[in-house]
């Protein structure tokens, strides 16, 4: 007889807290977690794509992991990945994940493809760098269709008279066949402008930089103030921020046609200071998420 198991599904709050290195990520979900009633678990994840399957450790050396136990969580690993799979059967039988918890926070990489709330946590920009650049891309020619007409017309033998006859008539196609030679030119010669517009043409567009990369993807952006030379950068970062998804210039070329326009709630804060208002702001965002995923 068989062993009856069924799945138990606590309902939680899972949230991504991505950035660059030395950026403030762990501060912030140190802040996270003080703030917290205690009932969070941390990962710290890392793709590693020369791994064949998923790993869980719990080092307690880890200086990550460490700072997480310190700050409250209830429970922490390292999880470490390869790339370009879904691995949420992988993730949600880690023995991390078996425990109750009301959230979960994942610093790092993420192992999966849909969380409820994107954390960004951005330095201030140095001098002279800039969110938004332009960059140029390569995109096909509109004229595929015509082209590839084109280039069939001259590969049969009378291809270019026709050519010529649809351009001038038939007293030009007739001249055309008492002098080759011009043929052969006006075939080579159309030869080259279809295969030049075949060719990917070059096309300038917005971009984020990227030392920025990811951070138009979240919800929740949190510019780490260190030192208060740094406000004036960081509180202009915020307002780019804020202008990517009102730009419609910005939003096409960034997010695509069909990107979203709901703002992203961005912040200069002073993640050291408990008083800091800016601070206050990006956990009260984090406290909405974890109360509509357990709701």
Known sequence: MGVLRTTVVIERALIHVAGPARSGKTAFIEAMLTASDGL?????????DTLRQFRETAPA???ELRRYREAGAIGAALLTFPGDADLSDSFFTTDLMMGYSKAVVLEGDSPLRFVDLRVFV????????????RCTHRRESDARESTAALEQLLREPDGIVDVLGVI??????????EHPELLEK????LGGIAQARRAPLPDERWTIADSYAGIEHAQLVVVDIRQD???QAAEQLVAD????RKDNDLRADILGPRGSRIPITAVAANLIDPDDPARKK???????AIRSASS
């Open 282 to 288: 990006a956990l009260a965002r984090v406290r909405r």
């Open 186 to 189: 006006m075939r080579t010669r």
């Open 241 to 244: 921020i804020v202008r990517l």
């Open 229 to 231: 030379c740094q406000r």
């Open 40 to 48: 969070v678990i941390a990962a710290r994840c890392v793709r590693d």
């Open 168 to 177: 001038g008539g038939a007293r030009l196609a007739e001249l055309g066949r």
């Open 122 to 133: 951005a330095p201030p920009p140095a001098e002279g760098q800039q969110l938004f650049v």
């Open 61 to 63: 050396s880890h200086p």
